[in-house]
């Protein structure tokens, strides 16, 4: 079967840390790695490299934690039916958790949610461990608030908008 390369692109990397990337991913003959964000199919960055969701391209994130296997098989995954196409692996997430999860990552803190949201700050909590979890059952460990963000970016769980700053709920941007 003839396919075209994955094209792959890094971003945010220290240069040591990018080539050692670079030459895991020029390992599999169905990924092309590119210089160019632009031209990349799928972009794979550091946790502290989270604004990379305004590029528009499925995001994986790479950490100190990370193999060769495990990349390669979630950039794979961030393409699964050829360029261009994000994977369907997203998480079910409930209305509210939802909303708990766009004013969390806005910034937010969780008490300030729970004040907003009319619940309280362990309602939050376990609502962010579910989203979690949920991540967790789809193979995508987040540990820290800004893989979350990273993965709700490329996901669609969270716009470019809401990280420009826009402090309005779900609901509040249906009805705006």
Not at 140 to 165: I, Q, S, W
């Amino acid at each position: 079967m003839d396919v075209t390369a994955i094209r792959v692109g890094l971003a945010g990397m220290r240069p040591v840390v990018a080539e050692g990337v670079r030459s895991w991913l020029r390992q599999d003959p169905r990924l092309m790695v590119v210089e160019a964000a632009d031209e990349a199919d799928v972009l794979v960055c550091d946790s502290g490299a989270c604004v990379l969701g305004l590029h528009h391209r499925p995001v994986v994130l790479f950490t100190v934690d990370s193999g060769r296997r495990e990349l390669i098989a979630e950039v794979l995954e961030a393409v699964p039916h050829g360029r261009g196409t994000a994977s369907g692996n997203v998480p079910r997430l409930s209305a509210r958790e939802h909303a708990a999860l766009c004013w969390w990552l806005g910034s937010l803190t969780k008490a300030s949610v729970a004040r907003r949201m009319g619940i309280s700050p362990h309602t939050v909590e376990m609502y962010i461990k579910r989203i979690r979890q949920k991540y967790a059952d789809l193979g995508h460990h987040l540990p820290t608030k800004a893989d979350l963000l990273v993965r709700a970016v490329a996901d669609g769980l969270y716009t470019p908008e809401d990280l420009a700053g826009r402090r309005r709920g779900p609901a509040e941007a249906q009805s705006a």
